[in-house]
Each structure stands twice: as structure tokens, then as C-alpha cells.
């Protein structure tokens, strides 16, 4: 079954606008991974965030986690056409390592 | 270093024939997993290897998939006899166990399976 659920299913934005994607999950977490998959391609990494932190950035990506809500929002800022692309939040609910993934959300960036 | 390799990258068969995918997972790690992503939704997790046993299989139709991996390294997946609700995409990722970080999973191509 699907732990985490994005929102929104479908963004489309113009290049140089931030692209914010949420996720929601319903059992205790160990950490929220967020994953990027091309059209076409297997799944990248592209941020973790351990369930005791609150934000975390990597270059133009910023994740925030709210335990409390069980949620955690993706910030892409100054996007470009080369991110578009699907989004996956994941999360790691045990200590096996395993990770349940979400709907994804599709992300178009028009030039 | 070089990544997940899987092969083949596309493959279409008959509904009750035979199917096998093979991985080779990023050298030196020891956690290999299966995923099946169906269009439009996220990947879901068939069976979980560490080394040579299984971790995790909860999610995985024995009836008709099975999985093995030999030796702790490559892996192979087989579904017999396939359904048509199997056509989706199958991904192999693999992670580190003895250096850090061990969460994070490192993916394969995928391939891409049509039963028809």
C-alpha cells in the first residue's frame, strides 16, 4: 500500500518560478527521502531528511518535515526545463532500510 | 563507479508466458531490491535481499514471481506465468550496508515489461 501521498498530482510552471510539492504520510518515520525520476530513467536521490530535523537544503532544493502533521514539502527554487520531471516522496519506516513510496508528483517547467 | 545494471530494458510477451529480469547491483553493496512501478504511480517494493537472504517479500505474488539472488551479488526475477496487470516498469536498486549513509538507495534503468 502507499504510505505518502504528493500534492499536487501535476504542477506546471514557467522556468526561473519555484515549484513547491507536498507530501503526507501516515505511520512513524525514520527519515522522508525525496527521489526525481526522468521520463524514461530510473529514480534519483535527491534529499533525505532524518524524522528529528526540521529543514534541510541542497543547492536549490529545500525539504521541511512536520512530524507533528505527518507531512513534508519539496521547495525548488529558480526551476529550469531540465526539472521537469516526476517526484517521489519515500519514507523509511523501520530499521531494514525499506522505503514506501508515494503517488509522485509530475512536474512540467515550460521554457 | 558504475551503477545498477539491469537488462533487458524492454520486453513484451504473451499473458501465461514466461518472464526473467537481471540485476547487478552497485559492487560492494550488500542490500538489493525489487521494485514494480505501474504507470502513473510510484514504485512499490516486491522483495528486499541482503546479501543472499530475503529481508522483505511481503509484497511479492509468489504464486507467480519468484526471486532469487545467488551469491549475494547479481539477482534475477522471474514471473511465471504473467498476467496482464503485470505490464509495468521493474526496477532494481541497490544500497550500502557498512558506510554511510545506508539509506540511500541507488536505481537502475528499470526495465520496461508488456503483456499482452
Known amino acids: 500500500s502507499q504510505q505518502g501521498e504528493e500534492d499536487p498530482q501535476a504542477l506546471s510552471i514557467q522556468e526561473g518560478e519555484n515549484a513547491t510539492m507536498n507530501c503526507s504520510y501516515k505511520t512513524s518515520i525514520n527519515n522522508l527521502q525525496w527521489y526525481r525520476q526522468n521520463s524514461g530513467r530510473g529514480l534519483v536521490h535527491l534529499i533525505l531528511?532524518?524524522?528529528?530535523?526540521r529543514e534541510k537544503h541542497s543547492g536549490r532544493l529545500r525539504v521541511t518535515l512536520d512530524t507533528s502533521k505527518k507531512s513534508s514539502s519539496l521547495l525548488i527554487t529558480a526551476s529550469r526545463a531540465a526539472d521537469t520531471a516526476s517526484y517521489f516522496c519515500?519514507?523509511?519506516?523501520?530499521?531494514?532500510?525499506?522505503?514506501?513510496f508515494g503517488s509522485g508528483t509530475r512536474l512540467l517547467v515550460r521554457p | 563507479e558504475a551503477g545498477v545494471a539491469q537488462s533487458p530494458r524492454y520486453k513484451i510477451i504473451e499473458k501465461r508466458q514466461s518472464v526473467a529480469f537481471w540485476c547487478n547491483p552497485i559492487s560492494g553493496h550488500a542490500t538489493l531490491y525489487w521494485y514494480q512501478q505501474i504507470l502513473g504511480q510510484g514504485p512499490k517494493l516486491l522483495i528486499q535481499?541482503?546479501?543472499?537472504?530475503?529481508?522483505?517479500d511481503s509484497q511479492l505474488p509468489k504464486d507467480r514471481f519468484s526471486a532469487e539472488r545467488l551469491k549475494g551479488v547479481d539477482s534475477t526475477l522471474k514471473i511465471q506465468p504473467a498476467k496482464l496487470e503485470d505490464s509495468a516498469v521493474y526496477l532494481c536498486?541497490?544500497?550500502?550496508?557498512?558506510?554511510?549513509?545506508?539509506?540511500?538507495?541507488?536505481f537502475g534503468p528499470g526495465t520496461r515489461l508488456t503483456v499482452t
Open positions: 519515500a519514507t523509511d519506516v523501520d530499521s531494514s532500510y525499506k522505503l514506501i
Open positions: 535481499f541482503q546479501n543472499n537472504g530475503v529481508v522483505d
Open positions: 536498486a541497490s544500497s550500502p550496508l557498512n558506510q554511510s549513509p545506508r539509506d540511500e538507495q541507488y
Open positions: 531528511i532524518r524524522s528529528n530535523e
